[in-house]
């Protein structure tokens, strides 16, 4: 059975203090790996896709890595506005399958 | 460009009730997903259309089902809603056949009392 499973649940960090969110993952065969940021009541917002590992992918204060079991996201001197859930899912690669299997997410809280 | 959008934004059905929401995807795009986020839980794969047809289906009772219309619009039916079904349905839209990002709406509140 596929599992996606974050950590921590919940990290508290000062503004600009840097920090890394883990996914790690068990799959018969990884499609994709994705990065979602999601506010209270609100629907989840692309962050980024990685495909193999080894590869990198930035925005802004953010960076995702992916190796062959895990997956992290760098926040670099996180802001306020950074606080959010953030969630890690994983396309597998199974016949036609396409959804998504999601971790339970990292609550993310940046103190002014 | 127009994002997902979902209808309505918050629903109110009585118990034994049937629940019908809405999702317009984004333009081009083929394939519906259909997920359950209940409070405190993560979100939990519901559906998937692509081309009018259901391709997937996650461990969801029968009474959960849908369509997805010729515009690639869907909508999801929730039969004898119990209290256990409230929770945010979020819906999301991608290409398929290409590693694309599948992009969510802001999902329906559906309240059973």
């Known amino acids: 059975e596929d599992q996606v499973t974050q950590s921590p649940e919940a990290l508290r960090l000062q503004e600009g203090e840097s920090s890394s969110l883990n996914c790690s993952y068990t799959?018969?065969?990884?499609?994709?790996l994705f990065w979602y940021r999601q506010d209270p009541g609100k629907g989840p917002e692309f962050l980024f896709t990685?495909?193999?590992a080894g590869e990198e992918k930035e925005k802004e204060r953010l960076k995702a890595t992916l190796t062959k079991k895990e997956s992290f996201l760098h926040i670099t001197a996180p802001k306020p506005e950074d606080s959010a859930t953030y969630l890690c899912?994983?396309?597998?690669?199974?016949?036609?399958?396409?959804?998504?299997?999601f971790g339970s997410g990292t609550q993310l809280t940046v103190l002014p | 460009e127009a994002g997902v959008t979902q209808s309505p934004t918050h629903l109110i059905k009585t118990r034994g009730q049937q629940a019908t929401l809405r999702c317009s995807p984004i333009?081009?795009?083929?394939?519906v997903y259909w997920y359950q986020q209940a409070l405190g839980l993560g979100l939990q794969f519901l559906l998937w259309?692509?081309?009018?047809?259901?391709?997937n289906r996650g461990n969801f009772p029968p009474r959960f089902s849908g369509r997805q219309f010729p515009n690639y619009s869907s909508e999801l039916n929730v039969n004898a809603l119990e209290l256990e079904d409230s929770a945010l349905y979020l819906c999301?839209?991608?290409?398929?056949?290409?590693?694309?990002?599948?992009?969510f709406g802001q999902g329906t509140r559906l309240t059973v009392v």
């Open positions: 999301a839209s991608s290409q398929t056949d290409r590693n694309t990002e599948a992009f």
């Open positions: 333009s081009g795009h083929t394939s």
């Open positions: 259309y692509d081309e009018g047809e259901e391709r």
């Open positions: 899912a994983v396309q597998v690669l199974s016949g036609s399958a396409r959804q998504l299997t």
């Open positions: 799959v018969s065969g990884l499609r994709g």
């Open positions: 990685l495909y193999s």
